[in-house]
């Protein structure tokens, strides 16, 4: 680990200014991913800016049925409010199907955000990686990478984005609120997250000096269908190598509207909002679901190792679409898939 | 000066932590870990370094009563917390319900994953999500065991749920 | 032979459980002296090459550092290979940590940091700069089988396979039955979820007091002694705990050179803890490929068994292990011919790792069974059964005892297998489908030469030692109980002293040996010391034990009586002050029994029986139940026994669908040197394990009716869970681990061919 300096951030402005002055600095809030990656050198941030005393740890009720949920809230909690698993039991469901109790209850909403990627070059620094050392090469273009993206790839870059969370937080269409130099703004949670182009580096959309303060969720009408369902090589405590998050207004037998967003395939939570709106009005049923699994998954392109996810993920959309739609969403203790 | 607003660069940084119900103060490198502290300078060895990137579970405390992985935590970070490790459970003449009944299972074999066993299984049993026995096993998942003793660590938990629901277990050393 | 216990035999929780549930029990990183510096150890980031040069100016500025070691200044060390050979050491070249600027494997050592502090040591050391001339890597084993050989000096000649007997390729052309594979088996890596570690005391004198992670204490003290020339006598080697080993601990690893070198070169004590990346780099099971080829007539009868196994090693030395010779004696058959090759990677050398050998073996010829079975129509279990023989063919010898005929009986029972429908894809439940799959288990029943002392304090109590380990096996537990029975005492009358260099002398504890030797050294010096009691009680005047012999008399109630007449005796503590004795200390040195061993092949059995349940579209493969029947003599302790089957029993599962170092072969270098990808099971991946200790006396393969428990549990089970996935989907996979990928492969073909 490189040794750096600590400072403890009494107000999201100081935390804002510091953060904006230093391009070496960066944020400390659960610690689960960014301690990890600075003892595995990854991360080298010359300053710590520990947020953990801002008054970001509520959850509050939006006018508009929503609910606003602050960066420092942590995962359990959020994963367990009654009010999250009453109005958007698929985000509690996601959070329950990643990591493990103890990391859930240190890591927290907008550290869930900026979570990096597991691909095991970007996290070995004696290999090449864009991402970690940009213009250093792709190590898993050619190597280890069946846990790599299949959508949204490029030369430069085949990461995939590890949160179950975020997921969930994509098919509800959240919205993520930064607070920076300039001030405040919102970024809707499409995109927050990006591709990696030529420019793998960065995984979001946030300025210099921006930090995440809260997540929005609107009001909706998923709770009745909806469904969050992973593969992974062991049954816990494993990132996803496919997972789907899933959301349906059901009438009649038709699809009124459609959520789907997929985790594991790509460097950012891969939704297609254009392919869910032409769905709308569809028999919900398994034609519809696997027209919809072809269209999102069209233009899948594997590397080799991960082509399996290709075939496999199609059948994940069908399957969570089914349990969406019978109102059967996945209980995530329960490991026989419905 | 205000500290919490002032840098340290290679400086020690003042931390207090109540370990055990009795109330320490450290002045600590920003990078030393929680685990790394109990583990060294307080020679709370009771709590295991088993990969030292949250990935195994060895190293799971109570903090502020939730169970974590001291691993990822800098002891900087968590001023004015407390902790509760398994040394603060019980002791070999006074064992914690959970201590008893992981010994009465054969719920461990090395021993090594076992402290980071029963902190977790003792935080699963006070927060009350896992009811059934794949609730358990999905909920004590962060928590490795290369011996194998997956099978016995759920027989303890569930015997201790059992007890839990007819009288309530006694709570960590204050 | 064994029928009166009051101690053996009993589930007994363990004498060390108190210290182990409470935190309180000591592993190697856990000791400290004052002043102690802590080494960092720097891998190697290439599989093959040079280093060109280390820079460690940075790193040497770093605050805290005390010094950095590399092939450059390192202190001196033996310089005979014989010096470096430990007790298990393998034909060719030991490992020399920064011996020279070659790179023989991925993750090899290249320089230490010693530094004030962990954190100190750990920082600096990712800024040693290290710049290699690398060679081009070879580590995939299917590209390099065209270089295998037969291991020119044998480690074991037991390992070698026998001469082929009968015309296994005219009988197999000839059986009307037939089937032939090839089963590749990924590397392993043992991951116990202790580190390893060495904390090396150094006393004022010189001396040393040293708490080493190993599976033997006196093996590592030796080896240390040995590389720099130390006086025995001033060396302590402790391994009170261990966090667990499987094998990984049975040869020094480099920490434990590490500490002392760098204590003895600074004169301070030093601990060297590995990180979990730096585990990936020590041993593991190595990558294998197998061929199997079986024949049978109409009936079942095997008429021919080949086998061939190629096995990985390093470059530096020839490991070994009996892979394919099981195939040989597991079943009836007069036509066999085995054969074993080795070939050399640019890898570390493999080493043991739970039941060596047949782990792997055994899953391919127990999954080409299951295959015969379907070849020939008949029950795979049936199978097993027509073929069983109550004899070693290999050696043409006897065996001492095989109940595996009651651990097919009592595990398909308590399965369920006679509810089995034989046809694949025939059982299901929702979108899953259920498979039954069973396959039979083989390890060697072995004793080794072994030493332990008892000793009887006139406060009735007793103290055993031994130089043994305890790597989460029970030893502490069960020599105890074969010492408290011996005395008629409670297993809390007893202390065990285990894990020290200095106790009486012990091989290192592998191969499933502890129990049957330590516990036969214990309960022969225990009958020392009632021979010497008896002795004593014969000199007092007017003895009612006068004319009594050895064998006629026991401990009970702490009194020394005849067996027959428990009226007829002397009080112990009567005994020992009229003799003025304050205590009888005894040292008992035993050898398994030549003469038995030249007539009598000795194994332990074992029938494991998996259900699993395979989601059919979507391959995720669950196992929700194994019945495990285990034949393995006498059962000391059936609490800490059951641990040690359930032990294997998850890890063959993990063998079966989980655990595969994945190199990167373009680079020679492992990519998921982690727990977080390389995946070991969690508690939510096991579900019911049932464990039967099927009965089986055997008064020869120890004088305790002992075999030993620490490998038969995976023997067999990753068989079973592929011959489980068989059933449930009608499609084979011969690759393991069997993931996802490679179930969704197998299944799309099958329901292409269905269609």
């Known amino acids: ?338 | 000066m205000d500290l919490s607003s002032q840098s340290h660069t290679a400086a020690t940084c003042p931390v207090s932590l109540t370990i055990n119900g009795e109330k320490r103060s450290f002045d600590l490198h920003p990078w030393v870990s929680l685990l790394d502290l109990l583990r060294g300078q307080l020679e709370l060895t009771g709590t295991k370094k088993g990969c030292d990137h949250g990935q195994c579970g060895a190293c799971t405390v109570m903090i502020d009563g939730e169970r974590m992985n001291s691993c990822l935590k800098l002891a900087v970070s968590l001023d004015g917390a407390e902790i509760t490790t398994i040394e603060g459970l019980g002791t070999p003449d006074n064992l914690h319900p959970m201590q008893k009944a992981f010994l009465e299972h054969d719920a461990y074999q090395c021993g090594y994953c076992t402290p980071g066993q029963i902190c977790s299984a003792v935080a699963l049993v006070k927060e009350g999500h896992a009811h059934e026995r794949h609730e358990i096993r999905e909920q004590m998942s962060g928590n490795l065991c290369r011996c194998g003793a997956y099978t016995n660590i759920a027989d303890a938990i569930e015997e201790v749920m059992a007890a839990d629901k007819a009288a309530p277990v006694r709570e960590a050393a204050e | ?755």
């Open chain 1, 1 to 338: 680990m490189r040794h750096f300096s600590y400072t403890r951030a009494e107000t999201v402005s100081e935390a804002v200014a510091a953060l904006a002055s230093d391009p070496q600095a960066q944020i400390l809030a659960g610690g689960t991913n960014l301690v990890d990656l600075m003892k595995y050198d990854v991360a080298k941030p010359g300053s710590i800016i520990d947020i953990n005393k801002l008054p970001l740890k509520q959850i509050d009720e939006l006018p508009n049925g929503g609910l606003r949920i602050g960066a420092l809230v942590s995962n359990t909690t959020v994963a367990y409010d009654p009010r999250v698993q009453e109005r958007y039991p698929l985000l509690s469901s996601a959070i329950l199907a990643g990591a493990s109790p103890q990391l859930r209850n240190a890591a927290t909403t907008g550290g869930n955000l900026l979570q990096r990627t597991r691909c095991y070059y970007f996290y070995d620094p004696s290999t090449p990686c864009n991402k970690r050392e940009p213009g250093s090469g792709c190590s898993a273009i050619g190597g280890i990478n069946r846990i790599h993206a299949i959508l949204g790839a490029s030369e430069d870059c085949i990461a995939t984005h590890p949160s179950d969370m975020c997921v969930a937080l994509a098919a509800l269409s959240a919205v993520v609120e930064v607070e920076g130099p300039q001030g405040k703004r919102d970024i809707p949670f499409a995109d927050f997250h990006r591709l990696p182009g030529d420019r793998p580096e960065s995984d979001n959309t946030l300025a210099q000096g921006e930090m995440v303060v809260a997540v929005r969720l609107e009001g909706n009408h998923f709770a009745g269908h909806h469904t969050y369902l992973k593969l992974r090589d062991r049954l816990s405590y494993a990132f996803a190598l496919v997972s789907v998050a899933a959301a349906m207004e059901v009438s009649d037998g038709k699809i009124v509207e459609l959520r789907v967003a997929l985790g594991g395939v790509a460097h950012k939570p891969w939704r297609d909002m254009l392919a869910e709106t032409e769905f709308a009005g569809q028999p919900a049923e398994e034609v519809t679901f696997r027209h919809i699994a072809q269209r999102l998954l069209a233009g899948a392109k594997g590397q080799g190792q991960n082509d399996f996810k290709i075939p496999l993920a199609e059948k994940v959309i069908v399957r969570a679409l089914k349990q969406a739609a019978s109102g059967r969403p996945q209980v995530q203790s329960v490991k026989a898939i419905q």
């Open chain 3, 1 to 755: 032979m064994f029928n009166s216990s009051k101690v053996v035999g009993l589930p007994l929780s363990r004498i060390d459980g108190p210290l182990k549930v409470t935190g309180t029990a000591g592993y190697a990183a856990e000791y400290s002296a004052p002043d102690m510096l802590h080494g960092y150890v720097v891998c190697s980031t290439v599989a093959t090459g040079t280093i060109t040069k280390i820079d460690t100016s940075a790193a040497e500025a770093f605050p805290g550092v005390v010094k950095i070691y590399t092939y450059e200044n390192r202190p001196k060390a033996a310089w005979r290979d014989s010096k470096w050979k430990d007790e298990v050491a393998l034909p060719g070249h030991p490992l020399r940590p920064l011996n020279n600027d070659r790179i023989l494997f991925d993750g090899q050592p290249v320089a230490l940091v010693v530094a004030d502090s962990f954190e100190a040591a750990r920082d600096a050391a990712a800024l040693v700069q290290v710049t290699y001339e690398a060679g081009e890597p070879h580590t995939d084993l299917a590209r390099e089988q065209g270089d295998s050989y037969v291991p020119p000096v044998p480690r074991m000649q037991a390992f070698m396979p026998p001469k082929p007997r009968g015309d296994s390729e005219a009988a197999f052309a000839q059986a009307p039955h037939q089937i032939s594979a090839e089963y590749t088996i990924e590397g392993e890596h043992h991951n116990p979820m202790e580190l390893f570690a060495t904390t090396a005391i150094r006393h004022e004198d010189g001396s040393y007091l040293i708490h080493d992670k190993s599976q033997g204490s006196q093996n590592s003290h030796d080896y240390i002694c040995n590389i720099f020339s130390l006086d025995p006598e001033t060396v302590v080697v402790r391994n009170s705990y261990v966090g667990g080993a499987f094998g990984s601990g049975l040869r020094p690893k480099h920490q434990l050179f590490f500490a002392v070198m760098a204590s003895l070169d600074l004169k301070r004590s030093v601990r060297v803890e590995m990180s979990r990346q730096e585990m990936f780099y020590l041993t593991w099971r190595p990558t294998s490929i197998q061929t199997v080829s079986l024949a049978a007539d109409d009936k079942g009868h095997l008429q021919s068994v080949m086998h061939h196994a190629l096995h990985a090693t390093s470059r530096y030395e020839d490991y070994q292990e009996n892979v394919a010779n099981w195939s040989g004696l597991a079943y009836k058959c007069d036509n066999v011919t085995i054969s074993y090759e080795i070939a050399k990677l640019d890898v570390p050398t493999p080493g043991d790792m739970r039941a060596p050998g047949a782990a792997t073996g055994i899953t391919a010829l127990e999954t080409a069974m299951d295959e015969l079975a379907y070849e020939v129509g008949i029950d795979p279990l049936e199978l097993r059964v027509i073929n069983f023989i109550h004899r070693d063919q290999n050696t043409d010898k006897d065996l001492t005892s095989k109940a595996l005929h009651a651990c097919y009986r009592e595990g398909a029972e308590r399965f369920g297998w006679s509810e089995r429908s034989h046809e694949p894809r025939s059982m299901r439940e929702g979108n899953e489908l259920i498979g039954w799959g069973v396959a039979t288990g083989i390890w060697e029943a072995q004793m080794s030469p072994a030493e332990a002392k008892v000793r009887l304090s006139s406060d009735g109590k007793l103290t055993v030692s031994a130089a043994a380990s305890d790597i989460g096996t029970g030893t502490y537990t069960i020599l105890g109980q074969l010492a408290a029975e011996a005395f008629d005492l409670s297993l809390s009358d007893v202390t065990v002293k285990i894990g020290d260099s200095s106790l009486p002398k012990t091989t290192v504890e592998g191969g499933s040996w502890t129990a049957a030797s330590s516990g036969t050294a214990v309960q022969v010096a225990a009958k020392m010391v009632i021979a010497t009691l008896l002795k004593a009680a014969q000199k007092i005047d007017n003895s009612p034990l006068a004319k009594a012999t050895e064998e006629q008399v026991e401990v009970a109630e702490g009194r020394l009586v005849l067996e027959t007449n428990h009226q007829v005796g002397i009080a112990l503590s009567d005994i020992m002050a009229a003799a003025g004795l304050d205590e009888i200390e005894e040292h008992a040195k035993i050898e398994p029994d030549k003469s038995i061993q030249k007539k009598y092949s000795a194994y332990t059995h074992s029938a494991v029986f998996v259900e699993v349940r395979v989601d059919e579209e979507l391959g995720q493969v669950r196992v929700t139940r194994v019945v495990d029947a285990v034949a393995a003599g006498r059962i000391l302790n059936p609490k800490t026994a059951r641990s040690q089957i359930l032990g294997g029993v998850v890890m063959g599962i993990g063998m079966a669908l989980h655990e595969e170092g994945m190199v990167d072969h373009r680079t020679g270098r492992i990519m998921n040197h982690n727990l977080a990808e390389y995946h070991v099971p969690a508690h939510a991946d096991i579900e019911e394990i049932d464990v039967i200790f099927v009965e089986e006396d055997d008064d020869k393969a120890s004088p305790i009716g002992v075999k030993g428990l620490g490998e038969i549990g995976i023997v067999g089970v990753a068989a079973a869970v592929s011959n489980a996935i068989f059933h449930a989907t009608g499609s084979r996979i011969r690759s393991f681990p069997i993931t996802i990928d490679k179930v969704l492969g197998a299944t799309a073909l099958e329901s292409e061919t269905l269609q």
